[in-house]
Structure formats: C-alpha cells, structure tokens
C-alpha cells in the first residue's frame, strides 16, 4: 500500500500545486486522484489565473513512476485500464487546461515527470537538473503522452534521442532544443515561475485561453481547418469586455486592468482586491 500527497495553495491568483511523495515524488494512482482533485479545486475557482506546478524540496520535480506498480499490473489490459487511461486522461485535462500551467522543475524530471512537464504551457528548469525518458531501460516507453507531446516540443529525431536511447539531458540543452523555455538558477525555478505568472495575470485571461487553444490544436487540424478555429476565436476575442478594456487603455495611453471586477473574471461578491489564501492536501491510497 502506497500513499502520495499533492497539495494546493491558492493565492492572489495563482494556483500553486506542490507534489509531495518523498524522496523523489515518484508517480502512482494516489498522484493521479490527487492532482484530478486539485484540478477540479482550481477550475472551480474563478480567482485563479495560472497554476503552478512544482516538487516539494530540491531533489525531483517528479522522477517517473513507482516501478513497484509495474509488478502488480502484469495481465493483459491491466497497465492501460488501472495506470495508463486514468494518466492519459488526467493529462489531457492538463494540457487543455483553459488557464495557463507553468512547469517549475526543482529536481530531477524523469518519465512520467516529463511527461507531466510537457502538458504545461510553460515550462522552468533550474540548472542542475537531468531531464529524461528513461522507460526504455525498462522494457516500456513513455505511455501516458510523452511520446507525441515532446516530439511536438523538439521534433521527432530528438524525442526519438532522447526515448530510444534512454538517456537524459541537462537544463542547458533541453533549453536549447525547446523543451524548456527558461533556465534558472538552483533554488530558483519556483521564482521566476511567479514573475512569468505576474505577466500572465496581467493579460486578458479569455483571450489567452483562445490563444492557446488555437496553439494547441497546430499539430492536429488542417491549416483550413486552424484558419477557420482561429477566426471563431478571434471573433470572440474581438467583440470581448478583454478587447474593449484594451481598446479604452490603449486610446488613453494607461495600462490596462483586465483584473478589475467584470463580467468575465471575478464571481459575484469576491473583490479582487481580496486575495485569495487556502491550503488544501489531499492524501489517498493506492
């Protein structure tokens, strides 16, 4: 019987969910009930503007899954019925996830860490990190989305580099081919992840949700196809209180406050002046 931990802390906007399954934040189902909670938590909250995902400590982000998990899914359809389809599922719900996620890589990120990693829109690494998919070294592969979502990171010949060979890169070089999008100091991921969310926070969040969806969808429409989902998008976007805000602001030469009370950010009876501080931990068992 194993038990993981992923707790959630909401403040001034910014959903910070930490895993913690000591030492390495190694991955099992518990994990995956956890974050479908904080999810769940997060989306039901209008406040919140980015979430953050990151390790407890300085070791890992997420150094892939409990091997142990491995013996006991040994019949046929049992992996991709009790670990792989609620993974895939649940990951899917990340990447589509209408606000943006941020990637805080603290630690070691490996297997279904990276895999976890490359749903998020944004990812931080710190310097003296090792990302990898060593799965092959088990006699699997990365199954729960890792395949495709980094090839779209870094194309095909580097994703099959790195997940044929099994061997992991350093922050510099994931910075380099793409797959991270900032390198930060030791210690420092969590940082500059929050001044990455305090320029997000100040952004339009409907039209960064259309924004990204029409990204999303690049590797899977026809360019027919995009033109027609990335003008639905922007007829939207256009006829939006976002879009009139920026019109007001930019005709008057001020900043504009996509965060002030509106029809399209803050729920009846929550000022935005009022920051929003809860701490919620979920603990469930394998």
């Given at each position: 019987?194993?038990?993981?931990?992923?707790?959630?802390?909401?403040?001034?906007?910014?959903?910070?969910?930490?895993?913690?399954?000591?030492p390495?934040?190694?991955?099992?189902a518990?994990?995956?009930?956890?974050?479908?909670?904080?999810?769940?938590?997060?989306e039901?909250?209008?406040?919140?503007?980015?979430?953050?995902?990151?390790?407890?400590?300085?070791?890992?982000?997420?150094?892939?899954?409990d091997i142990?998990?491995?013996?006991?899914?040994?019949?046929p359809?049992?992996?991709?019925?009790?670990?792989?389809?609620?993974?895939?599922?649940?990951f899917?719900?990340?990447?589509?996830?209408?606000?943006p996620?941020?990637?805080?890589?603290?630690?070691?990120?490996?297997?279904?860490?990276l895999?976890?990693?490359?749903?998020?829109?944004?990812?931080?690494?710190?310097e003296?990190?090792?990302i990898?998919?060593?799965?092959?070294?088990?006699?699997?592969?990365?199954?729960?989305?890792?395949?495709?979502?980094?090839?779209?990171?870094?194309?095909?010949?580097r994703?099959?580099e790195m997940?044929?060979?099994?061997?992991q890169v350093?922050?510099?070089?994931?910075?380099?081919?793409?797959?991270?999008?900032?390198?930060?100091?030791?210690?420092?991921?969590?940082?500059?992840?929050?001044?990455?969310?305090?320029?997000?926070?100040?952004?339009?969040?409907?039209s960064?949700?259309?924004?990204?969806?029409v990204?999303?969808?690049?590797?899977?429409?026809?360019?027919?196809?995009?033109?027609?989902?990335?003008?639905?998008?922007?007829?939207?976007?256009?006829?939006?209180?976002?879009?009139?805000?920026?019109?007001?602001?930019?005709?008057?030469k001020?900043?504009?406050d996509?965060?002030?009370?509106?029809?399209?950010?803050?729920?009846?009876?929550?000022?935005v002046?009022?920051p929003?501080?809860?701490?919620?931990?979920?603990?469930?068992?394998?």
């Amino acid at each position: 019987m194993s038990s993981a931990h992923v707790r959630l802390t909401i403040t001034e906007g910014v959903a910070t969910v930490v895993f913690d399954n000591p030492p390495l934040h190694v991955w099992n189902a518990a994990m995956t009930r956890g974050l479908a909670a904080a999810l769940d938590t997060v989306e039901g909250d209008a406040s919140v503007g980015v979430v953050i995902l990151t390790g407890a400590g300085d070791r890992a982000f997420c150094a892939g899954s409990d091997i142990a998990e491995f013996a006991t899914m040994r019949a046929p359809g049992e992996a991709v019925a009790r670990k792989l389809r609620p993974q895939h599922e649940l990951f899917a719900r990340l990447a589509s996830f209408p606000r943006p996620v941020i990637a805080a890589l603290n630690g070691h990120t490996l297997g279904g860490g990276l895999e976890i990693a490359v749903c998020c829109d944004l990812i931080v690494a710190e310097e003296q990190i090792s990302i990898g998919s060593p799965e092959i070294r088990l006699g699997v592969f990365p199954s729960s989305g890792g395949t495709f979502r980094v090839a779209r990171r870094i194309g095909a010949g580097r994703a099959k580099e790195m997940q044929l060979l099994g061997e992991q890169v350093d922050a510099a070089t994931a910075l380099a081919w793409g797959l991270v999008n900032r390198v930060a100091p030791r210690g420092g991921a969590v940082g500059v992840a929050r001044e990455l969310a305090a320029v997000l926070l100040r952004r339009p969040p409907r039209s960064l949700a259309l924004c990204k969806s029409v990204i999303d969808a690049a590797h899977d429409l026809t360019e027919e196809e995009l033109i027609e989902r990335s003008l639905a998008a922007s007829d939207e976007a256009f006829t939006s209180a976002e879009s009139a805000e920026g019109v007001r602001a930019f005709l008057a030469k001020r900043a504009p406050d996509f965060r002030a009370p509106s029809d399209f950010l803050t729920p009846p009876g929550r000022s935005v002046e009022q920051p929003v501080e809860r701490s919620v931990e979920k603990e469930t068992h394998a």
